[in-house]
């Protein structure tokens, strides 16, 4: 994994995309336009909010973030997980007396709407997370004994480090696009 400062990202950003190096046989009259670097560093950040919202998993670094989350009991025996602020994508949970971690699976989808059904919920042996719609919650279906007792164990995320700092594996870098002229 890299682990780079704004600043060595924003090197490698104008360097793929060809706005470095610049030119040096030739000569450049200045004239004051746009701040190239200011608008790249913009290209830059939403490149990779994007990246750790759609991106490959195995491009990014996945933590655990259970301890500034927030879990409360609903009313219909389901739980629900207030996903902390650098919560960028959720990739599981797991609570305790669960025998695995639940993969997080979107709203509408046939494992989210199998959880309507007393019946087909899963339980502790096949639990199920859906994410809300708004992307900050999660809720669980599949609660280990009374929901007020639950606990989590674990919350595997897609986390932002912040907006200067950029983590992520080498391969990701073939994802950014050349400028075209």
């Known amino acids: 994994m890299l ?3 704004k600043k060595e990202m924003l ?3 104008l360097l793929l995309t060809r706005m470095e ?11 004051y336009g746009i701040d190239l670097e200011a608008l790249a560093a913009i290209e830059m950040r939403m490149w990779y ?7 490959p998993l195995e491009w990014l670094p996945v933590t655990d973030i259970a301890a500034s989350a ?3 009991a609903g009313d219909d025996d389901t739980l629900t997980v207030t996903l902390p602020g650098e919560c960028m994508r959720p990739v ?3 609570l305790y007396g669960w025998e695995r971690p639940a993969a997080v699976s979107p709203p509408g ?6 959880q309507t059904n007393p019946f087909a919920r899963g339980g502790v042996c096949r639990p199920v997370a859906v994410l809300g719609r708004d992307g900050r919650i999660l809720r669980l279906h599949s609660s280990p004994g009374r929901p007020a007792d639950a606990r989590l164990q674990s919350l595997m995320c897609v986390a932002d480090p912040g907006d200067d700092t950029y983590i992520f594996h080498e391969d990701a870098l073939s994802s950014i696009k050349p400028l075209q002229f």
């Open 21 to 31: 190096p610049l030119r040096a046989d030739c000569r450049v009259t200045r004239s």
């Open 11 to 13: 090197e490698k950003w």
């Open 49 to 55: 909010v994007n990246l750790m919202c759609h991106g």
């Open 3 to 5: 682990k780079l400062s």
């Open 92 to 94: 599981s949970v797991r």
């Open 70 to 72: 927030r879990l409360s």
């Open 109 to 114: 989808s046939r494992h989210a709407l199998m």
